[in-house]
């Protein structure tokens, strides 16, 4: 592939089977012929090959986010120039760090920006709370000095598109909505239990605590629960609940026993915390579950009502109530018919509107307009949801 252009995704926090970077994105680029991809990690797991996408390790990050921040940091860059590729993606803000240094060798860069950062760090509760407006204020001005003076800047949502467009106008939203197919099954509703679900990280601003909670008011209902706690401390006190004795807890799950426990759940939960960040996410569980067939419990949020309620595929809650959650669980579950048919109304929305083939389009225009192998015009496709 010698006259291929060359593209490394960056990553220093993010795992090598991750389903932006690696499932979607680089996978999309290496169906290209004229791309040759390569991943950058860094989990200490090696070197590899998957999927036509170059797997190269950098090293495990190791003693937590001062050294990640550093040693890990400088690791990253060394191997990803060691690659000489045109054009590099980064997908962790602090590889802005390194981006200006990138572009000074006359690379191509672009910034994927999965959060609202500078909103996020309002809600780290590892900052002290005296310094993190100041944090997020000092954060955001860097971010535009870095942000402007490069080649595309990637939102994972519609909302942090629209900050960008004010520092960079080459931004553009590439949703994180499923493959289609990828996790489905077949619908057999009948073949269900009277289970939920709820899939992803685990931490107490995810609403953990509250679903837990919500499950010690329900009869013969059981949830599965699919991710790994992000906090031991959150962890301990949610099995101290009540709710507790009602969860099947699997920990960290492959995509193909994903698609399994989707399967034979009834309904899936996404009720978060209302905090900035949330507010205007689009968490992918919430898709997937809609692909798969399922109604959503989600949380209020009037970008969440928009699409939940719009499209008649679930129920929206006020995520701090436990009991309103325990009523929207026992709701689809004594009516099966109302849930089969929320279900299928999320499947054709996802299958019409919310997924990765519609968003592929998208990354392939930026890289060939990039690569100078197409001078098509980004700008008409920077719509909402």
Known sequence: ????????????????????????????????????????????KGNDEKNGVRIVDAGRSEGGRIKRMSRTLYRVYKTAVSLECDIYHLHDPELLVIAL?????????????????????????????????????????????????????????????????????DSVDINNYPIIGEL????????????VCYV??????????????????????RLNLVGNFMETIVKDEVKSLKGWEKVNEYGFLGREKVAKILHRSKAGLVTLHPIPTYRQALPVKMFEYMSTGLPVIASDFPLWREIIEGNESGICVNPLDPKEIAEAIEFLI?????????????????LSRYNWAI???????IYWQLSGTDKINLKHQNKSV
């Open 1 to 44: 592939m010698s006259n291929s252009v060359k593209i490394a995704h960056v990553t220093s926090v993010h795992a090598r089977d991750d389903v932006r970077i690696f499932v979607k994105m680089c996978t999309s680029l290496a169906k290209e012929k004229r791309y040759d991809v390569t991943l950058v990690v860094a989990d200490g």
């Open 101 to 169: 240094l990138l572009k000074r060798r006359g690379k191509k860069v672009i910034f994927d920006s999965h959060e609202d950062v500078s909103q996020d760090i309002l809600s780290k509760t590892w900052i002290p709370v005296a310094v993190r407006g100041a944090i997020s204020l000092l954060y955001a001005r860097f971010e535009s000095f870095v942000c402007k003076r490069l080649d595309y800047v990637v939102a994972a949502t519609p909302y942090i598109r629209d900050k960008f467009l004010c520092i960079n106008p």
């Open 184 to 195: 489905e099954r077949t619908n057999d509703w009948s073949s269900k239990k009277d289970e």
């Open 200 to 221: 992803g990280g685990i931490n107490k601003i995810r609403g953990i605590k509250e679903i837990v909670e919500a499950m010690a008011l329900v009869k013969n209902i």
């Open 334 to 350: 004594k009516n099966p018919k109302e849930a089969k048919r929320m279900g299928e109304n999320g499947k054709r929305a996802v």
């Open 359 to 365: 968003e592929e389009k998208k990354l392939y225009t």
